[in-house]
């Protein structure tokens, strides 16, 4: 596999960051790594893991690199890059992995210096798990990376795209470019909302009083435990998606409620026909989803029980 940065600087050393590192360093799509993360007992189990060379601030840890790769919460990138800003090197490339765009943009913007270059982009790859043990190299592997890079003339930053494809390419993703804009509107409704949805059917039958909870982990099986594997996300990653990509969800959740309430009357109307067609149509949605790749045709998951 071919090199394509000489060195890259990794700040946040979570699950994408830490998955970021090994893959790059199995792929050898990148000659150095240095890391950092603001958590002290993160950095420690990041040299423990092997990760790279980790640093004590992000100055240090950007200070040569070619690729400056954002990996914090949504609600932290400004002050990951206010902090790394002064000490990229002229011509630095600069990205990010957050799952909101539009707001992750102007946060950078504000601390980015002219001569940097910053492409932003997310990962369509993840797991409910967090921290640097959560990392592993195969991650990206046939997933979509999204990039939504910015309106800049300037032939260099034509020729960083190319080679920030390259690298991700090289982590095993399949690139695409979008409108930041359409990113989030599309995110609302593939991520944003299904996580909202299951938080929410979690908590509530975690109130509910009829119910007690020891029954509703004994027969989770029926569907609710598919719900508690996308609510078990780290919280501090989703409350920052949910302030950041506002707009969007609240278009999305609009319609769905609407959707919702109209399903409620079917059902207190016994109109069995508007139920089925919808069943039948989403039905139809998970075949296109394998058909796509995106999951595995195996009932249940591929899950023995
Ligand atoms: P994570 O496992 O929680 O790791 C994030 C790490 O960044 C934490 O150790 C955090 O430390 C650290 N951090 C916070 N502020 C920092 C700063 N200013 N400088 C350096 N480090 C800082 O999170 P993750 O799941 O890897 O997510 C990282 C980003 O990827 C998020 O923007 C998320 O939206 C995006 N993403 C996540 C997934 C997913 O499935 N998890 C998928 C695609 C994209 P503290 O905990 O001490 O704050």
Known sequence: MPRIFERIAILGVGLIGASIAHAAREGSAAGTIALFDVDTAVRQRARELDLGEVFEDAASTVADADLVVLAVPVGAMGAAIEAAGPSLKSGAIVTDVGSVKGAVINAVGAHLPAHALFIPGHPIAGTERSGPDA???????????????????????????????????????????????RHDVVLAVTSHL????????????????????????????????????????DPTMWRDVFLNNREAVLEVLGRFSEDLAALQRAIRWSDGQQLYDLFDRARRMRREVIEAGQDTPAPNWGREN
């Open 194 to 233: 299904p996580h909202l949805i299951a938080f929410n059917i979690v908590a509530m039958a975690e109130d509910l009083e009829s119910v007690t909870e020891s029954e509703v982990v004994k027969y989770s099986a029926s569907g609710f435990r598919d719900f508690t594997r996308i609510a078990a996300s």
């Open 135 to 181: 990392g592993f190299a195969s991650l990206f592997k046939g997933r979509w990376h999204i990039l939504t890079p910015l309106v800049d003339a300037r032939a260099e930053y034509a020729a960083a795209l190319d080679k920030l494809a390259a690298f991700w390419r090289a982590l095993g993703a399949n690139v695409e470019h979008m409108d930041a804009a």
